[in-house]
């Protein structure tokens, strides 16, 4: 593929984040050029999130990604809370009107790609990016950022107006920002998740989240015959201690209901990992020419499904804050990106960090944490209101 020098926007990685960014800017006639430091084969088989958000769903059929996602993909009305032994639905659909659709990040990524490279937008992998210079200028006048990268065995400089960094907390992009410019905000976890994939078919038609005085537990899945499952383990845990038998019998103890009414669907595990637990954000998500999106800007624990929905946001906004600058020339909305995108981003930790301190089990907590959870959940149980509250997080709230 023949890679241009120059560009109006580098996109650093291929996630969804970028890659739908450029989908986006392509629909404002704006060019862009993507760099991912992985091969194609290993971006299309990593295992991530595996839910959108109702707004996910939309913006992927606006710009002609849904195909699979609508034949394929699973929507949800609703999940359920297992509380020691006692079940409590949150119904999304009856409480606001939305639901989520079931549709793994990796069939995401696969569809953008496939998209990307059938409209013939620049889109190289293995392009390992090495630094990001001459950020600090101002948009608009004869400088350019430069992304030097390397592939094939040969350097390259790609000269841009703008470079955003959608390549993750360990990224080259987020290391272009000063650091004096930059104040982060960060909390980890005392637990993991060790998570499983198996060739076996949900337990549930919906979303299982569990909380059992042995820890958490989450049941999902991938299709009708996959499931994606968890359970909250130490940190530092090593998946091979775990044999299989011992993971069903695990997740059987904590989703299990007091009158025996739920059964765990088993099968075999065609995969163990195990996920530590943090929250972090970056501020500003801007500095001159270079703009954050996604875990370059931020992370969220997994219990709320938030990260994938958060970049996909984060992407939107800048977008649209693009296409004003190119059309008009104002910089009003590229100023104003950062703090529109935070309100979102600050929304969605704080419901995540609920999610995740109302079901996991401190290790060696104080008794106190677990009334407060406890606690938590009658609230869930007795109070459609804040069902509704629950939901409307859930489902996605608007841009």
Known sequence: MSVPDRTTVAIVGSGPAGLLLSHLLVRQG????????RPRERVESRQRAGILEHGTVDVLREIG???RMDTQGMPHDGFAFHAHGEEIRVDMAALTGRG???WAQTEVVRDLIALRLEQGGP?????EVSAVEKVDGPLGDDGQAVVRYTHDGVEHELHADVVV??????GVTRRAIPGESVRTFERVYPY????????????SEELVYARHDRGFALLSMRSPSVTRAYLQVPNDTDPSSWSHEAIWDELEARTALADGSFTLSRGPITDVSVTPMRSYVAEPMRSGRVFLAGDAAHIVPPTGAKGLNLAVADVQVLAEALASWRGTGSQELLDAYSDTALARVWRAEHFSWTMTTMLHRVPDGDPFDDRLARSHLRQ????QAYRTAIAENYRGLPL
Not at 123 to 127: C, H, K, R
């Open 165 to 170: 960094g959608c390549d993750g907390f360990h």
């Open 192 to 203: 993991s998740w060790l998570g499983i994939l198996a060739d076996a078919p949900p337990s």
């Open 123 to 127: 889109l190289l992998f293995s392009a």
């Open 100 to 102: 989520v659709m079931i």
């Open 65 to 67: 990604a849904d195909a």
């Open 30 to 37: 704006i060019d862009s050029v993507v760099l991912e430091s």
């Open 380 to 383: 869930v149980a007795s109070s």
